[in-house]
């Protein structure tokens, strides 16, 4: 096995800290123009990534240097050990603060998976269309992940998991042809779940063909949908962020208040994420753990390293994040004269400052009387000007790597228009 070969070189070498990440990779991959199969392949793979930690004194100060590298399956022991050799150089070069890595622990949470046979099922949930607009072309990415995570304290846990990426074209005709691209990112291989939401990408294509040009209006009311929703909720996850917080990139403070309804938790269990595992890449298990209650920062999220350094229980580095939802329903939003903004060119949230801005992709201006689709302009505003009038919505959504808020409400941000 190779990594009894690595194993042999390491102790060969007399390196005594080390992670072994294994992962086995299969995957199969579609390539469709419109409704027709131009290619179809498939790939096994298994790769190797080898972390080395060095603890050295310079000056006086201690240090911990590491450094990562790939092994690849076909290397004989002589490349292995060259490779390793490279890398313990390399440590050198790195002054980082000493932390540990994880303690020692031997779990299995390893399930059957079943992404790849499911995949006749998959394809026919993303090949439909409407009367208005339809895929233009996709490609289709299914893959299982089996992964073994070890070190040198003996830690040695394995878990796997399967997920499905979809890109693709839209295209619909209006006043002109519009194409839009698609990201849908899920481990959900429900065909009503998929169709779903190909169905309103079509949607959003159709308006979109058909939208006018976003007048110039001020003062008035904005209503995000999910992905502007995700982005804003970022921006407190972000602040509480042990690497941020370390890197004077967030100056939040545990017991802080922000001034915004926010109840947030870091959670690595939300079903049918595309990013949701049991483990952190230094072999940490992940747990849900609340960040923020109704606004009140409760504890920062990070790996060992960065956790180490603020002295506070590390919870592991992950992408999920939940939000409690809110008291309003989407209609009660939308009461008033509002612009609701569903999809972005490019939405950008700035995690330090709190600046946000997008290029409006489509939206839905409502002057009180009728409803119209809107594209073109922007969106600005910092999100602490604004966060006090912040109202989130009761009905969730998942949303690649986020639970959440379908849409919220603010005041006091500009519209850029067009007209």
């Known amino acids: 096995m190779m990594v009894d070969e690595i194993l042999k070189s390491l102790r060969k070498l007399g390196i005594e800290e080390w992670k072994i990440i294994e992962k086995n990779v299969e995957s199969k991959e579609m390539f469709f123009i ?51 050799k490279k890398a313990i150089f390399a440590a050198d070069f790195v002054k980082n603060e000493p932390y540990p890595i994880a303690k020692p622990r031997k779990k299995d949470v390893r399930k059957p998976l079943s992404v790849l046979e499911k995949v006749d099922g998959v394809i026919e949930a993303i090949l439909v269309d409407n009367d208005k607009a339809w895929i233009n072309s996709a490609e289709v990415f299914l893959t299982t992940e089996n992964v ?17 990426e979809i890109e693709f074209i839209t295209t619909s005709k209006g006043k002109e042809e519009v194409e839009l691209y698609h990201d849908i990112k899920t481990s959900n291989l429900s065909p009503e779940s998929i169709s779903s939401r190909v169905l309103d990408a079509l949607k959003i294509t159709a308006d979109r063909a058909a939208a006018r040009s976003t007048p110039k209006i001020k003062d008035i009311p904005i209503i995000f949908d999910e992905s502007g929703t995700k982005e804003i909720m970022s921006y407190y996850l972000e ?14 403070k545990i017991g802080d208040k922000f001034h915004a309804p926010i109840t ?57 994040f939940s939000v409690d939802p809110g008291k309003k329903s989407i209609d009660e939003l939308r009461s008033g004269r509002y612009i609701e903004l569903k999809s972005f060119s490019d939405f950008q949230m700035n995690a330090l400052t709190g ?35 912040l109202e989130l919505s009761k009905e969730t959504v998942k949303e690649g790597n986020y639970y959440g808020p379908k849409a919220l409400k603010i005041h006091g941000a500009k519209i850029a228009g067009v007209i």
């Open 148 to 164: 073994r995570i070890l070190n040198s304290t003996g830690l040695d846990v394995s878990y796997n998991h399967e997920k499905l």
């Open 355 to 389: 600046d946000f801005a997008g290029e409006i992709r489509l939206g839905w201006y409502y002057d009180g009387e009728k409803k119209i689709p809107v594209t073109g302009g922007s969106v600005s505003g910092n999100i602490k000007d604004v966060q006090e009038t």
């Open 239 to 252: 602040k509480a962020s042990a690497m941020n917080v370390y890197e004077q990139m967030s100056n939040a």
């Open 34 to 84: 419109k409704k027709i199969l131009d290619m179809n392949r498939a790939k096994k793979v298994r790769k190797y990534e080898l972390t080395v930690y060095k603890k050295f004194k310079e000056d006086g100060k201690n240090y911990m240097g590491s450094s990562s590298i790939k092994i690849h399956p076909t290397m004989s022991q002589n490349e292995i050990e060259k490779t390793i």
């Open 264 to 320: 947030l938790y870091i959670d690595p269990t939300i079903e049918g994420s595309y990013f949701s595992v049991p483990f952190d890449n230094d072999g940490v298990e992940l747990k849900k753990v609340k960040i923020i209650d109704n606004g009140k920062l409760l504890t920062y999220w990070g790996n060992l390293r960065f956790s180490h350094y603020l002295n506070t229980n590390p919870t592991g580095n992950m992408t999920n």
